[in-house]
């Protein structure tokens, strides 16, 4: 049957959720419901009802290393092996949607979710994504590349609206969607919670139509995030498929009387409709059941491709005097509470039911080559104070049968969470106290690091050396072990920078934004675009990480279809590198960061190989955003072509003529501090230029509305309102002070806005009584509850009809 022959009511119902994971079906045309999931490292395939943070029961899955850490490989190949088996697992636990992956630019280090995230820079985002997503649908499942789009914090994350100007959105922030959707062609995407400039992303034209559907071609299904959506009738204007997770009938009977009002144009309906039945034509499994698991032969064997991934993304971040990797016969004390008890993944969706988990501590003692000496805790996870913990790790550090010390330290599972901003870049001080403590044992120290994203690494001095291993996925620590005692050589790149300190970030003073705008001040100088343009040092550049293995790079030339070079690896151990293209623009020409990554191979190599390295331009190579003519463009003139291991060390260079598009055209001064990188120094003016038009951020809301988040209700003049948000304020500290775990319900609820009250309770909540429950946030108690109540019995008539309807 085709779309068209439906009824407006029924292609209406296809439009919205009907529980937290299913899509409503319709029997009579053939088009079956199908089952969305989290799923960036690893199926969250839920039991039961179901949540969307991460609470309840889900089916045993591989937990895969997160976004960060695979990022960290730069090797989309490998990215796409562990998509086949993210789909493979999807498929057989009854999943047709996988909600991943991640890809949002990594703006500053506090965001949440960067765990989630792959990259500071959109070549890497976008290449890593496109890897896993050809992998997944090679399943015949969908991949859902999140959150589409300019996605960079935690707090207010429903109510926030991300204010930026269009070139800096087009080249950092939509670039990594771009190389995904035109490379690996998702089947759905995901929008964000947040407005764009003041319109919400899944209601926002510019975004889902001028740019996602007819500059990229992206012909899917555009799926909210969960109480992501608005307005049903301005997203399916707008090019936004799917309301999730369930709205109800509310919007149903808002697009039908949309169209017989004629606000809606029923090809518009028709158009998205379709979107959904192809999805679930294009994902129709059989032979699975809804509660079956995976089998024993599919967990044996992903495990061992979750492993394969963490060994070839953990990066070496020092070597001193070649403490690393551990010489056969060397006694370990080791040390720290994450080497007993592992983390290994982020908190909040994506968190996974592992079908295994392993710790340092036993992998380090099972394996051949070294002998486990002993082990002392360190330090309380949470952070609290224990002197005794830190004596007994350096007595065992000091002890005559211990050669090295292996110290396992990093964030907490606090630290990086769905909806929790962190609020420093350090780690717990207990832990820098132990490391300062065991480097007076006078013997070799050795730290694995543990964390989703940068950490301050005043602490470094003190030790020998340093292997970065991220969240590792559930293999993670034998992957470590092998790393440690050189099974493995490490070759893992780091994905983002590391600043010496948090005040060093470019948007550090004005991040993560408080009130509802999140201004994006520091425009495209995000990363080392940033560092390297303004001059200021790092710890660790983007790129870096070092290898067991020396390499050396030579004979760099350039003709018009890209780059080539020799890579000899001069060592006695085979290894793997990270060769980088970086282009710096024409002088006198657009602005532009100092240089910005174009291309990236990951050669491997046996000792004292020597091979001929090529890396092609692109579509993405030259070009800049020119917003005056709303198109991309190319500058003509003499390019430099940087050949690196890192964005800070360059080993080769050469000039290049392009024959563009355009003349150099000079940059206006009064872009100011832009045109040296200096964001931190740039005046309002000057934003002003960048922007190309007046940014003020509104103040305090003296009048909650319905986009208002319920913790702005805390300055309410009601008291109803303020005791609520104030409750779940003192909850949420409660808990996560208690148990080491954020409060997930707590977080979501106070960065909810009354809005998506009425798109997660399964139609209890409709408009009406949304607009009773602003009155009560504005003090109006009574008369808000007046409204909820008498809204809720005609809500409640109005569903049974609707549903009568849809039934008959």
Same mark, same amino acid.
């Given at each position: ?10 292609? /209406?119902?296809?439009? #919205? ?52 850490? &695979? ?65 997944? *649908? ?44 035109? =490379? ?54 707008? $090019? ?22 004629? !606000? ?18 294009? !994902? ?24 394969? %991934? /963490? ?25 720290? =509470? ?31 080559? %070294? ?59 207990? *832990?820098?106290?132990? %490391? ?21 690494? =005043? ?5 020998? /050396? ?7 996925? *559930?293999?993670?620590?034998? @992957?470590?072990?092998? @790393? ?41 100088? &995000? ?17 870096? $990480? ?40 024409? *002088? ?17 190599? =046996? ?47 050469? !000039? ?16 100011? @501090?832009?045109? #040296? ?34 913790? #702005? ?76 109540? #008498? ?18």
């Amino acid at each position: 049957m085709e779309i068209e022959n439906l009824s407006v009511l029924e292609k /209406a119902s296809l439009l #919205s959720g009907a529980s937290e994971w299913d899509s409503r079906g319709i029997e009579r045309a053939d088009i079956p419901s199908f089952v969305m999931s989290d799923g960036p490292h690893g199926v969250r395939r839920q039991l039961g009802e179901g949540d969307h943070l991460g609470l309840g029961e889900s089916k045993p899955a591989t937990c895969f290393p997160t976004a960060a850490t &695979v990022a960290n490989s730069w090797d989309p190949a490998l990215a796409e092996d562990m998509g086949k088996a993210l789909g493979r697992e999807a498929h057989d636990l009854d999943v047709n949607v996988l909600l991943g992956p991640g890809m949002n630019i990594k703006r500053n280090p506090w965001c949440g979710r960067n765990f989630e995230y792959y990259s500071e820079d959109p070549q890497v985002a976008g290449r890593m994504a496109s890897g896993l997503i050809k992998g997944i *649908q090679s399943n015949g499942i969908a991949a859902c590349p999140k959150h589409f789009a300019v996605n960079s914090q935690e707090l207010r994350r429903q109510a926030s609206n991300s204010v930026i100007d269009e070139r800096t959105m087009r080249e950092i922030y939509l670039t990594a969607f771009e190389i995904a959707v035109r =490379d690996a062609k998702p089947w759905t995407i995901m929008t964000a919670y947040n407005e764009i400039n003041g319109v919400y992303a899944h209601e926002n034209a510019h975004l889902l139509i001028d740019i996602l559907r007819n500059e990229w071609g992206f012909d899917g299904m555009v799926v909210s995030d969960w109480g992501g959506s608005n307005s049903a009738v301005a997203a399916v204007k707008a $090019g936004g498929t799917l309301e999730m997770p369930s709205p109800g009938f509310t919007s149903v009977r808002e697009l039908v009387g949309a169209v017989n009002a004629g !606000t809606l144009a029923e090809a518009d309906l028709n158009a998205r409709a379709a979107e959904v039945a192809k999805i679930a034509q294009l !994902t129709k499994t059989t032979g699975v059941g809804r509660n079956d698991l995976l089998k024993d032969d599919v967990i044996a064997d992903h495990h061992e491709v979750a492993r394969r %991934v /963490a060994e070839n993304a953990s990066v070496l971040l020092k070597n001193e005097g070649g403490a690393l990797p551990l010489k056969p016969g060397t006694r370990v004390a080791v040390v720290g =509470d994450m080497a007993k008890t592992p983390r290994f993944q982020g908190s909040g969706s994506s968190k996974v039911n592992a079908t295994r988990e392993e710790n340092i501590l036993d992998e380090l003692t099972a394996i051949d080559g %070294v002998t486990v000496a002993g082990y002392a805790q360190g330090y309380e996870r949470q952070g609290g104070e224990n002197r005794a913990l830190i004596e007994d790790a350096v007595a065992l550090a000091a002890r005559e049968d211990t050669d090295v010390v292996v110290a396992v330290i990093g964030l907490d599972e606090r630290s990086e969470s769905e909806g929790l901003d962190r609020s420093t870049m350090a780690i717990p001080h207990v *832990q820098t106290d132990l %490391v300062k403590a065991l480097k007076g044992a006078g013997k070799p120290i050795v730290v694995v690091l543990v964390a989703g994203s940068p950490v301050e690494t =005043d602490w470094v001095a003190d030790v020998d /050396a340093v292997l970065y291993i991220g969240l590792s996925g *559930q293999a993670g620590a034998s @992957a470590t072990a092998r @790393a440690l005692t050189g099974a493995v050589n490490p070759s893992g790149h780091l994905a983002e920078s590391w600043p010496i300190r948090y005040e060093d970030c470019p948007s550090a003073g004005w991040y993560p934004a408080i009130g509802r705008d999140a201004i994006y001040r520091e425009g495209p100088f &995000v990363g080392y675009r940033y560092y390297e343009t303004a001059g200021v040092p790092v710890r660790f550049p983007f790129g870096y $990480g070092l290898s067991y293995s020396t390499f050396v790079y030579a004979d760099l030339t350039a003709d018009e279809q890209g780059v080539s070079f020799t890579i000899t690896n001069d060592s006695d151990v085979p290894g793997a590198t990270v060769a980088q293209l970086y282009v710096r623009g024409p *002088q006198g020409g657009t602005l532009r960061p100092d240089h910005e990554l174009k291309g990236f191979v990951k050669v491997q190599l =046996d000792a004292h190989e020597t091979q001929t390295v090529r890396i092609d331009f692109d579509r993405y190579t030259f070009r800049h955003f020119e917003t005056a003519s709303n198109s991309w463009q190319v500058e003509s003139g003499e390019w430099t072509l940087m050949v690196g291991t890192n964005a800070h060390d360059i080993a080769l260079t050469t !000039t290049h003529a392009v024959a563009g598009t355009v003349e150099p055209k000079p940059s206006n001064p009064a872009l100011g @501090a832009y045109l #040296s990188g200096k964001v931190k120094e740039v005046t309002d003016a000057e934003m002003v230029v960048l922007f190309g038009h007046d940014v003020v951020a509104p103040g305090k809301p003296t009048t909650f509305g319905v986009n208002d988040p319920i913790s #702005s209700w805390e300055d309410s003049k009601g008291f109803v309102a303020r005791t609520v948000a104030k409750t779940l304020k003192n909850q949420e500290r409660k808990v996560r002070e208690k148990t080491g775990q954020p409060d997930l319900n707590a977080l979501f609820l106070l960065n909810m806005p009354p809005r998506a009250m009425s798109k997660m309770t399964q139609g209890m909540v409709d408009a009406a009584m949304v607009d009773g429950i602003v009155k009560i946030s504005n003090g109006h108690t009574f008369r808000g509850l007046g409204t909820v109540i #008498s809204g809720f019995f005609r809500n409640q008539s109005a569903n049974k009809k609707t549903a009568k309807e849809l039934e008959s």
